[in-house]
């Protein structure tokens, strides 16, 4: 997989996670190499979700 799937997929799960929890900003759902815990964190904070919900999710 290039670089450039793996961004397009990032893209299409973004706009599906938004769908799911309306209150997610671009901002809450920008993910960087290695802090997944921390954007795992982020949307479990500003949905409320369990965290098994939004692993399942992500």
Do not use: P
């Amino acid at each position: 997989m290039t670089t450039l799937e793996i961004k397009g997929d990032w893209n299409i799960t973004k706009g599906k996670l938004k769908q799911k929890w309306a209150k997610l900003t671009d901002d809450d759902l920008q993910y960087v190499e290695g802090q997944q815990e921390e954007l795992l964190g982020r949307i479990q904070k500003r949905t409320g979700e369990s965290r098994e919900a939004v692993e399942k999710a992500v």
